[in-house]
């Protein structure tokens, strides 16, 4: 699992890819808790490159979510893969995290203007 | 994608709950997933059913291999089981003046489907069954689960399938208990509650794009859906609740198929096929994922005698000591010891196999 992060203006793009079981949740957590430590708060989170994700990797999108929101931030998934789209769906967990289809609509909702305002990109790294 | 290897050497395997949700004879698309586990040695510790699902829990616990409940299925689930109308109860439903319709009351009279499980079970108790096997029931004056896990198999199974308004619900344990479906269509949250570490779901699910016709039809959909919703409910909580992981496989039917179309049951074991072909792999990294080697268990083996080694020909998956009585009671994720002779799955390519945990 790979995952990759990528910051412009406020907002914190992640990409998660490969396959997310509870080894690798282990490390998405550690990842996502020290993203939002350093103050991020409008988290983008592309799924399009999910192998797959078990509930460990699940409950690590649900406890991130968890923490944005009780920083009064705000986080969205977008594109799913069809793995992820089914998996999200049969366990529910798109009835309490709405799903994005495209990257633009989850900009648009996390900026709740609909207005995309980010600049170009001010930083990236990759984290294995 | 790794290619999931279960390790040899000493491993601890997980307790594994098997959970089949409702479905009528679409459940026994499940013949599929016994199949693949008895070709892969792995052992189930308990079985949790509802409603169809219930019936093959019921059928696999009591010993009947999946071939024999099949040629079963073939022989017994005849549409005479379900077309005994009780016309008391359904003049009832349109007017009290015409008929009688209550909590105990169904459309159908339920004495055929009564007797045939009568006949299939005899006097077997749930109690008996093994895997640990429970079956799931609504309680119908307050519409609260039910889990039967002692009593007649052939009375559990009919509550569990006792689907209002078609059949009368049962009388067990001084309440009246109908269909699981009303309480918890897939009983994954059971299964959890049972300490079981991986969990396979299979939930059957009808995918029928054609609008309804007719009131049963309007009827069924409307169950149909509200039962996804609350499956996914639940599901949700099982996330929240589980330790480990949860397998969910779901069975796709591209048409409707009632609990009397046995002439279905081959296509439905082929579709239970594809499913598991398709999560396999999930499955046994879900296992693999969860065994770990014991160093002190392993050295404790390094000083067995030879002549106490398995033979060759010994079963793939041996138990050779529990896990002591403390740490099993402190760690219930750790079930036994076993000692794989060889990897019950081979890799495709010469990847090296998945490191322990």
Excluded at chain 1, 42 to 69: F, P, T, W, Y
Excluded at chain 1, 98 to 107: D, L, M, Q, S, V
Aim: proline share 5%; net charge neutral; hydrophobic share 40%.
């Amino acid at each position: 699992m790979d995952v990759i992060t990528e910051k412009r203006a406020e907002m914190i793009f992640i990409s998660l890819t490969g396959r997310i079981d509870n080894q690798s949740a282990e490390t998405l957590e550690e990842n996502l808790s020290k993203i939002i430590a350093e103050g991020a708060r409008q988290l983008i989170i592309d799924c399009s490159q999910i192998e797959h994700i078990n509930n460990a990797g699940l409950r690590v999108l649900l406890n991130l979510a968890k923490q944005v929101l009780d920083f009064d931030g705000r986080i969205a998934l977008h594109s799913p893969s069809q793995s992820a789209r089914a998996i999200f769906d049969r366990t529910g967990f798109s009835l309490v995290s709405r799903i994005y289809e495209t990257r633009e609509e989850a900009i648009a909702g996390v900026a709740g203007s609909g207005v995309l305002s980010a600049s170009r990109n001010d930083r990236r790294f990759v984290t294995k | 994608m790794d290619k999931p290897t279960l390790p040899t050497g000493v491993r601890e395997l997980p307790k594994i709950g098997v959970v089949l949700g409702t479905g009528g004879i679409k459940a026994m698309a499940s013949l599929a997933l016994f199949d693949f586990f008895a070709e892969q040695k792995i052992p189930i510790d308990l079985l949790v059913g509802c409603s169809g699902g219930a019936l093959a829990c019921a059928m696999i616990g009591s010993g009947f291999t999946p071939t024999e409940v099949r040629d079963m299925g073939m022989t017994r689930l005849q549409k005479t089981l379900f077309a005994q109308f009780d016309f008391s109860s359904l003049l009832g439903i349109f007017s009290s003046q015409l008929g009688n319709f209550d909590k105990t009351s169904g459309i159908l009279k339920p004495d055929r489907w009564r007797n045939s499980l009568r006949e299939t079970f005899g006097d077997k108790r749930l109690e008996q069954l093994r895997p640990r096997t429970l079956l799931q029931t609504t309680d119908v004056d307050t519409g609260e689960g039910v889990v039967l896990s002692k009593g007649l198999v052939a009375d559990a199974v009919y509550a569990s399938c006792a689907f209002f308004p078609a059949f009368p619900p049962a009388y067990l344990e001084g309440r009246y208990l109908g269909d699981g479906i009303y309480s918890a269509p897939v009983p994954v949250v059971e299964a959890i509650k049972r300490k079981m570490d991986v969990i396979i779901a299979l939930d059957f699910k009808e995918k029928v794009r054609t609008e309804p016709k007719g009131f049963f039809s309007c009827f069924y959909r409307h169950i149909d859906n509200t039962m996804r919703t609350l499956t996914r409910s639940q599901m949700f909580l099982s996330l929240e609740m589980h330790h480990h992981e949860i397998v969910i496989v779901e069975v796709d039917f591209d048409h409707t198929i009632n609990p009397w179309d046995v002439h279905e049951l081959p296509a439905i074991v082929e579709c239970g096929r594809k499913a598991i072909e398709l999560h396999k792999t999930d499955i046994l990294h879900a296992i693999a994922g969860f065994s770990k080697t014991k160093s002190d268990v392993a050295q404790q083996l390094v000083a067995v005698p030879e002549n106490l080694s398995p033979p060759s020909n010994a079963p793939l998956l041996q138990p050779t000591e529990q896990i002591n009585q403390d740490q099993s009671a402190t760690n219930a994720r750790f079930r036994q010891t076993v000692l794989l002779r060889t990897p019950p799955v081979v890799a495709e390519n010469s990847e090296p196999n998945r490191k322990d945990s």
